[in-house]
Nanobody, 123 residues
Framework: QVQLVESGGGLVQAGGSLRLSCTAS????????MGWFRQVPGKEREGVSC????????YYADSVKGRFTISRDNAKNTVSLQMNSLKPEDTAVYYC????????????????WGQGTQVTVSS
């Protein structure tokens, strides 16, 4: 059974940093694309970043480029998201997800999801 567990969310002031982590279990994920998504109440879930399995390439939404960095550790089945220069508009529930296949920031292409972790950025 695949399980994804996020950690690292919290409350931070604008300009601050947080690091999110996600640990996957249930199988080996070295061949999976791993991604981070976020959702604000009343809005659709949106892709934030993902990292491919084959070459470790990273992809980012325009809104977070230059501020967020995604990384993965295949030996530990983890994916992390370092978030710097946080803005109030980054406030959301952040989810990690995995998919077999090439990179994508489209939520519906991901099969397995974590339960989410709240990130709140105060102004």
């Amino acid at each position: 059974q695949v399980q994804l567990v996020e950690s690292g969310g919290g409350l931070v002031q604008a300009g601050g940093s947080l690091r999110l982590s996600c640990t996957a279990s249930g199988r080996t994920f070295s061949s999976y694309t791993m991604g981070w998504f976020r959702q604000v109440p009343g809005k659709e879930r949106e892709g934030v970043s993902c990292i491919s399995s084959s070459d470790g390439r990273t992809y980012y939404a325009d809104s977070v480029k230059g501020r967020f960095t995604i990384s993965r550790d295949n030996a530990k089945n983890t994916v992390s998201l370092q978030m710097n220069s946080l803005k109030p508009e980054d406030t959301a529930v952040y989810y990690c997800a995995v998919r077999q296949g090439s990179w994508s920031l489209v939520p519906r292409f991901y099969r397995y999801w974590g339960q989410g972790t709240q990130v709140t950025v105060s102004s």
